[in-house]
């Protein structure tokens, strides 16, 4: 059972902090990651893209000179695809994206995301932020004194709105819910600052 430092928010050791197996000492399958990662970002993609074909164009209804006797090559229509103007062939047109994922498959790649974060030395877990009031600078000061460099991703437990309403403004800070957790968002992170009491409702979730 992997065991790490729990600090507070002046960025003191006020403990230590034992994680699960199931989450925290998976196996890092390099595939499945690339699979689940390929697929939620496939899943980001609008699809609105769209084409006009030949019978969308506009114009071309009427028979651009007649059949025979120019010397030149018989046309029906200007919306043909080799007309400047004229209509694509087979070009984009919306659709969905989305790849169906076995939830087994999901759960493999998130576990696999927080033990490499770990085995990396990019995760922490802090007894509690403390905000009394909405203050960017006051959650800065707490994620300088843990060291938190980079891009960090803040694990609550819950919706807190002090806490979000404070990161907003924060450009490289992102608070998500312990119930919410994809594989990007933590493989993204240069840090992920997870609040002790998030671990519990993360072992009930996906453990």
């Not at 065991?3 to 994680?19: A, E, F, K």
């Not at 919706?159 to 608070?175: G, I, K, M």
């Amino acid at each position: 059972m992997p065991n790490i430092p729990l600090y507070d928010r002046t960025g003191q050791t006020v403990g230590d902090v034992d994680l699960s197996d199931e989450l925290f000492a998976a196996p890092v399958n390099a595939a499945v990651l690339h699979q689940v990662v390929t697929a939620q970002l496939a899943a980001r993609r609008t699809g609105t893209h769209d084409t006009k074909t030949r019978g969308e164009v506009r114009g071309g209804g009427k028979k651009p000179y007649r059949q025979k006797g120019t010397g030149r090559a018989r046309q029906g229509s200007t919306s043909a695809p080799h007309y400047r103007g004229g209509g694509a062939v087979f070009g984009p047109h919306p659709r969905s994206y989305e790849q169906r994922l076995p939830r087994k498959m999901k759960r493999l790649a998130l576990r696999g995301a927080l033990t490499a974060k770990l085995t990396d030395e990019q995760l922490k877990v802090i007894d509690t932020f403390g905000l009394e009031a909405i203050k960017t600078s006051a959650l800065a000061v707490v994620l300088r004194a843990l060291a938190a460099t980079g891009r960090v991703l803040v694990v609550a437990p819950a919706r807190d709105q002090t806490l979000e309403l404070s990161a907003r403004n924060l450009p490289r800070v992102d608070v998500i819910l312990a119930d919410s957790l994809n594989v990007v968002d933590l493989l993204n992170a240069d840090l992920v600052l997870i609040e002790q009491p998030a671990l519990a409702r993360m072992q009930e979730v996906y453990g």
